[in-house]
Each structure stands twice: as C-alpha cells, then as structure tokens.
C-alpha cells in the first residue's frame, strides 16, 4: 500500500500569472510566472505549512495547458530542492474527465516531481452519474497511475455530483488510492469518512477542504485540511490545527482554540463568497505576491466592488494579522 500525505495543513495554491505590467502579458491568457510560484510556495514551506497543493481548483487547473502545468509543478520543485526542502510533498491536482488525459496528466506530475494526485471527481454527466461509475472512473485512473492519488470531492464545481460514504469505504480498499479531500460543509459524511472503522485510516487520509471547519472535524478523525486561508494566513491555520490536536488542552487552550477558529472561520466567508478570486486578492494585497485580478478569463477583475469591498473585511482582516504577527 502507499503512504498517505502527512497530517497537517497544506495550502491549495493559487497559479500565478505574469502582471499587466510585465513585456509578456497577454490580456487572452498571461504567461504562467514562475518566479512569483515560487517566492509564494517559499513563504508558505517557511512558515510551516505541511505540503501544497498545486494545480487544484484555487490553482485554475482547467485554465492551464499540460506545457504550462509541467513547468509550474518542475518550477517549483526545482525550488525546494534549491532552498533544502528535500522531497517536500507536492500534490498536483487534476480536473479532467477522460481517464486516459488524467493519467497522462498524473504521469507528467511525477516526472515534474509531484508525490501525489489530487483527482476531482467528473461530474460533467451528473444527471446520470452513479456510485458504481465513480468507482470504475477512480479504480481506472488508480490502476493506472504512477504516484498514488487523493479523491477530490468538490460538489460545487463537480455539477453537484455527491459521493456517499459507502463510496469512499470501497475506494479506500484501492492500493494506489491514499486520501481525499471533502470540500463540502456536511459534517456528517466527514465523520462517516474520517471515523469509518470499514477504512484502514493507515493509508487513508481524510482531509478537510474548509479550514472553517477545521477544529470539528479534526475530533473526527480527518488529519488536516487544504485550505485557501491558509494561503495568507498560514501560522495562524497551523497554530489552530495544532490546539485541535489536543486531546487534554488546558482551560486556556480550549479558549485559545476556540477564538482561532472562530476568527479562521470568519475570514474564510471571503473564500466562499469570492473562492479563486478572493484567495488571489488576499494574497496579492497582504503577502505582496501577483496581481490583485491577475486570474485567467473568465474570472476576470478580481474581486467586485475592489476597495470598497475590501474595506467591509477589515476588522477580521486585521485581527488575523494580529494572530499572524503573534506567532
């Protein structure tokens, strides 16, 4: 069987386009800027976050060409290697629906040095999708995959096709099949998930995609999340997944963790009010890294309303900064 990612949190990585200002920007589709990928994946590694995911959804991945993924994934390896995070693990994420192009992507993953797949679940039929076709569809790509590969259940860009429990229990039994990434707000099916004792927990993980759940579901059993708050904010994510791994806290951790959470959560309404777009804004106006707007059409003008916009999140903003400095 094949080892799992690590428990921690790890970062859905937003794909970096070169700036408006820049001698090669094309206003159709901006070169991919791998200098500014790899400041971002730098600050993130440095600051504690466990692992990345690169090309997710929050990477664009539909937008990109296998060229551009392949140099976005060897970019940044390359990088780590350089800086000394040897073998840092790098999942790369896919997002289509032919078994044979996810493989072909998953085999240009590996020789750019990713570990692991990330594969989202195809939901263009969803009408007529079923649980046994979802299971044929991951056990084919599995079978043929070289690195071993995470489920990724994301309803809300997989045309809101659902994968029950039961599912997840049959595909954990996959040698190749090691996790997967539940971004969806229903609880349950994470503790159905996460506490099934039908799944060796061993060599499969289960990761949050909502860092606004992330202290519940960790007393459930999931080992970390993938989360885009902590692409801006990642101490103040880890220090909160570190409290959530208590099993004897003090009065003053319950607290502590308590007020993390609440303010982790808080801020992640940007995401799920603006998801890709509100991640890149954040990024580029607190970390300094790419253009506010600088996404792929059709995401096109970064958040809207801009600055005024902006303005009504900058209570929780700097009482996240806060937390940020602190630690």
Known sequence: MATPPA?????????????????????IAAPVDIETQVAHSLYLARAGIKGLVILGSTGEAIHLTNKERFEVLSGVRQAFEKEGFKDYPIIAGTATQNIEETVEQLKGAKEAGAQYGLCLVPGYFAGASTQEGVIRWFTAVAD??????????????????????????????????????????????????ASSPSIDHSSFATFSGLGQQLLPVITI?????????????????VRLFELSLKNQPTDEEVSKRRLLQYKVSTMEELIAKFGTVGIKEAI?????????????????????????????WKDIVEAMEAEENSI
């Open 221 to 237: 059993g999931a080992v970390g999340a993938i989360d885009g708050c902590a692409g801006f904010f990642p101490k103040t994510v």
């Open 284 to 312: 580029s106006r607190l970390r300094g890294f790419g253009d506010r707007d600088g996404t792929r059409l059709p995401l096109h003008g970064g958040i809207p309303g801009d600055d005024a916009e902006w303005a009504k």
């Open 144 to 193: 043929k995959s070289p690195i071993p590969i995470m489920i990724y259940h994301y309803p809300g860009v997989s045309n809101n096709v659902k994968v029950v429990p039961s599912t997840f229990v049959t595909l954990a039994k996959h040698p190749n099949i090691v996790g997967c990434k539940l971004s969806h707000g229903d609880v349950s099916y994470h503790a159905q998930i």
């Open 7 to 27: 428990p921690g949190i790890y970062v859905p990585v937003p794909t970096f386009f070169v700036s408006k200002k820049a001698a090669s920007y094309d206003p």
